[in-house]
C-alpha cells in the first residue's frame, strides 16, 4: 500500500467557469480525505475550471455543516440519523457511498512483537474499562505467545464527532450487549474511561506517544503512522486482518440487501474472509438544491468519481465500490435537482 500524506487543511483546487468568487465547498469525515484530495486533484486535470474545497474536519463537523446549509456537501462515515434528516434545513440530504474502509485497533506495547488477536467483547470490555491490564487473562488466553506486561491499558477515542467512532460503536454493540446499553451507537458517545484526541491525526498521535495505549482508527492512519493494529475475529469465529480483500468481502454481502437510500450498517457481516469492522463512507447532498449551478457541477464530479474514480482507490488503501451499488447510485444521482 502506498503511503501519502493527508491534508489537514483540505484542497483547494483552481477555478474558471464558476468563476473564483464561486467554489463549491464540503466539509466532512478525515477518513475519506486521501482518497477524497486525490479524486479533485485528477478531477481538475479534466477540468481546469472547477474548484472544490474540502475541510476534513469530522462527520459530525460535516453533518452539522451541510444541516445548517453552510457547505453546499458533507461528507462522513456514519449514516445521518432520522432525526438529523429531519432537522436539515436545506430538505431531503441524499447519502452517497463513495468508497470502503476498515477501522482497527491499534496500540502502543513497548517491547511487543508480532500481532495482537482480539476478540469484539474482549474489545467491549476494554473501552468499557473492565479490563484493565495488558496481561488481563481474556488477552493472554487469546495471544499465549505474546508475553503481555502487567501494565496498564490507556484508552484512546475520539473527542470531537466522528463517522470512525460511529462504525467502531456500531460493531462493539453487534457483539457486546453491555456495551450497546452503557455507551451506544452515534457519532460521539459518553465514554466511561480514556483520553480524546481530536480527529484520526489527534488519536493517532496520542496512541504513538502513549506507552500502553490502545485506540481506534481508519487502517490508513494506523499504516501511515506506522502504529501496531490487531486481526479480530469475525461472526465465523476467524481472526481476520483488515485488507482490501477482507473489506470488500464485506461489501460483497452487503450489495446483496442494500437499502434505496444507501445507510447501511456491513459491520458484523457473515463470513470467512470478512473484516468486521468496515463500512461505507458517503457523501451527503440535498436533493433540491438552491444553487443549480453547483449542483450540476457537483453532480458531475460525483458521476465521474463512481465510476473512473474508483480506480484510484486500491492505492490509497480503500476498497472500491460493488458495481451493483454504483449502477443504484447513477440512478439516485439522477434526481437531484440541477436546472
Sequence with gaps: ???????????????????????????????????????????????????????????????????????????????????????????????????????????????????????????????????TKWN????????????????????????DGSGTTYIWCDYLAKVSPEYKKRIGVATSVNWPVGLGGQKSDGVAGLVSQTPGAI???????????KIGYGTVQNMSGKFVSASLESVTAAAAAAAKAMPADFRVSITNAPGDDVYPIASFTWLLLYQNPSDKAQAKVMNDFVKWALTDGQKYCKDLGYAPLPQSVVDMELKQLSTISAK
Design 136 to 159: 488481563d487473562p481474556a488477552l493472554t488466553k487469546l495471544n499465549p505467545e505474546a508475553n503481555l506486561p502487567g501494565t496498564d491499558i490507556t484508552v484512546v477515542h475520539r473527542a
Design 215 to 225: 485506540g481506534y482508527n481508519e487502517l490508513v492512519y494506523a499504516i501511515q503512522n
Design 1 to 131: 500500500m502506498k503511503m501519502f500524506a493527508i491534508s489537514a487543511a483540505g484542497v483547494a483546487l483552481a477555478a474558471a467557469t464558476l468563476g473564483a468568487a464561486t467554489p463549491i465547498n464540503g466539509a466532512g469525515a478525515t477518513f475519506p480525505a486521501p482518497i477524497y484530495t486525490k479524486w479533485f486533484s485528477e478531477y481538475n486535470k479534466l477540468h481546469g475550471d472547477v474548484q472544490i474545497n474540502y475541510q476534513p474536519i469530522g462527520s459530525g463537523g460535516g453533518i452539522n455543516q451541510i444541516s445548517h446549509k453552510t457547505v453546499f456537501f458533507g461528507a462522513s462515515d456514519g449514516p445521518m440519523t432520522p432525526d438529523q434528516m429531519l432537522a436539515a434545513q436545506g430538505g431531503k440530504i441524499l447519502h452517497f457511498p463513495t468508497v470502503l474502509g476498515a477501522v482497527v485497533p491499534m496500540y502502543n506495547v513497548p517491547g511487543l512483537k508480532g500481532e495482537l488477536k482480539f476478540t469484539g467483547p474482549v474489545l467491549a470490555d476494554i473501552f468499557l474499562g473492565k479490563i
